[in-house]
């Protein structure tokens, strides 16, 4: 078991853009904004909202997946980022198949999420839309082979949510307690997402 920890100046490089139109705009932020943004720059102190990552194993997704660092100058200018707009301002959440033992408490956890995600993603609107089974959804399915478990291609299921995206969507969130998976040869994922499927006009 190890864990991964940045020095605070590896973190100030990675998270404070050299664009001087981005330094502007955070010197504007108040005192308590920055002191949370900053919060990064010092994780595992008491108290303090970012932890270093614990990696227990080589099996765990940091050692398993290596990928290529990314910091914010280079996040704030990818091409595919998107952001809200007065048309474009809103999350749908769309849940799929059932919830197992949760029965009745299902629309409480889901109202739950809606509220968490009206909080964490301030200025957006967060609203629900019907549930739907798997069987309305179309998607191609499987029994996985070890764990017998029922599972769902999740590319279908990408393009059963695009085709259901309202025209205000900032994006569509699909929820779920069955399996998922991308493809024959994979076992299963958490989850997946597009960055261009059912787009807007």
């Known amino acids: 078991m190890k864990v991964i920890q940045h020095s605070a100046e590896t973190l100030q490089t990675a998270l404070v853009s050299s664009r001087q139109d981005l330094v502007k ?22 108290g303090s909202l970012f932890q270093p990552i614990t990696v ?26 998107k952001t809200p707009s007065a048309s474009h301002n809103t999350i749908y959440i769309q849940t799929i198949g059932s919830f197992g033992e949760a029965g009745a408490r299902t629309d409480q956890y889901v109202e739950w999420l809606r509220d968490y995600c009206q909080a964490f993603f301030h200025g957006l609107s967060v609203k629900l839309m019907p549930a739907v089974t798997v069987a309305e959804t179309g998607c191609s399915f499987r029994v996985n082979s070890h764990s017998y478990n029922l599972q769902i291609l999740t590319g279908d299921l990408l393009r059963f949510l695009g085709s259901r995206k309202p025209k205000d969507a900032f994006c569509i969130v699909g929820i779920t307690m ?3 998976y991308p493809k024959e040869s994979w076992n299963f994922v958490f989850g997946q997402a597009s960055l261009s499927m059912g787009e807007n006009p």
Do not use: M, N
């Open 25 to 46: 705009l955070y010197s504007k932020y108040t005192k308590v904004e920055r002191q949370l943004l900053e919060e990064g720059f010092h994780p595992g102190q008491p």
């Open 178 to 180: 069955i399996d998922l």
């Open 56 to 81: 227990h194993s080589d099996s765990d997704w940091i050692p398993a997946h290596p990928e290529e660092p990314q910091d914010f100058e280079s996040f704030y200018r990818d091409p595919y980022r």
